[in-house]
Each structure stands twice: as structure tokens, then as C-alpha cells.
């Protein structure tokens, strides 16, 4: 089922906003895979009619990430280390500078929405490209963040042996 026309706001009051990381290295194994939440942002999706004159904004508080869950590793994340490893995203990955979606044409996809538009955070713009699904009342869409494109070195320790993978994953899910 197609998304109805209509405005609609997410926020976390009614989705989620996440971050899913992955790894590589020879000590990769030592490493998690991390989902990340995103818990200060908000998106106004306002869906027209004729879908081509829709369009979607996202704006998100870059010091608003936070671990929720590490896959794999040697042993499991503690509230410590999901500390550090916010620290680093806020001082050495995202630098404290805004994260902005504005949508440049919308789409329809089989009932789907195809979006594209410019992605703005580490103080830079690119085009992204995503589908954004809706059926029930429910809301999801993922799009693939590659961070060397916005200027950000993806994490890496252990002199290099364990590294974050360049390819995340960002996806919301929510209710409209």
C-alpha cells in the first residue's frame, strides 16, 4: 500500500532513526557491529497528489547518537565503553556539525517513494538516493551512507588492524 497524501512528522516520539555499522581488519573479530539511534531529529514528510511536487526535509542533532547494541566482539558492550565510543563519533566522526536532509525529487516507485536529494553533515553536501515504503499507518526507508563521501574517516583501532566499515546503513522506522 501506498503512502496517502498528506503531512506528516516523525520524530522519536513515533520512529526511530538508526545507524547500523559494521567491521573489518584482521582484528575485526575484537570489534562490534554497532546500531546506533539517533535521539534528537525530526523529518516532515508532506506527500502531494501528484507525488512530483512532494518532498522530504530531515534535520538531526549530531550529538545525539547513541549505542544501543553491539553484535559480535570479544566481549559484550558496556555502558563505558558505549560512552567512548559516543565521545569519538561526537570529537573524531561527526565533529559536532549538523546532519540535513532535503529532498530534490520524489517519485513514484510502485507505490513506494523514490527519493533523492542532498544529504549535508561533516560540513559537506552529497546526493543520496533512497525508497521510502509505507503500509498501515507504518513508515520505513534505509539508505547506504558511504562516510569517506562526506569527508569522514570511518573509525579504526588497533593500529589500523580493526576498522569500521566505510558503508552504513542508516534506516527509520516509524508511524504516520
Known amino acids: 500500500m501506498a503512502i496517502q497524501a498528506g503531512n506528516y512528522k516523525l520524530g522519536p516520539d513515533n520512529a526511530t532513526l538508526r545507524v547500523k555499522t559494521g ?98 553533515m561533516g560540513g559537506k553536501s552529497k546526493p543520496v538516493d533512497f525508497v521510502v515504503s509505507g503500509d498501515g499507518g507504518k513508515v520505513t526507508g534505509s539508505a547506504a551512507v558511504k562516510q569517506s563521501d562526506w569527508g569522514i574517516k570511518p573509525y579504526s583501532a588497533l593500529f589500523g588492524a580493526l576498522k569500521v566499515n566505510d558503508d552504513v546503513t542508516v534506516e527509520v522506522d516509524g508511524s504516520i
Request: charged residues 30%; negative net charge.
Open 23 to 120: 567491521r573489518h581488519g584482521a582484528a575485526a573479530k575484537a570489534g562490534h557491529d554497532l546500531v546506533i539511534e539517533v535521539q534528537s531529529w525530526e523529518a516532515t514528510l508532506n506527500v502531494a497528489e501528484d507525488v512530483g511536487q512532494s518532498s522530504l526535509q530531515l534535520t538531526a542533532d549530531a550529538t545525539s547518537l547513541h549505542v544501543i547494541e553491539g553484535v559480535g566482539g570479544m566481549q559484550a558492550l558496556g555502558d563505558d565503553d558505549k560512552a567512548d565510543i559516543r565521545k569519538t563519533i561526537d570529537k573524531d566522526v561527526l565533529k559536532k556539525k549538523a546532519i540535513e536532509f532535503t529532498s530534490s525529487s520524489i517519485a513514484d516507485d510502485g507505490g513506494r517513494l523514490a527519493v533523492s536529494g542532498d544529504l549535508s
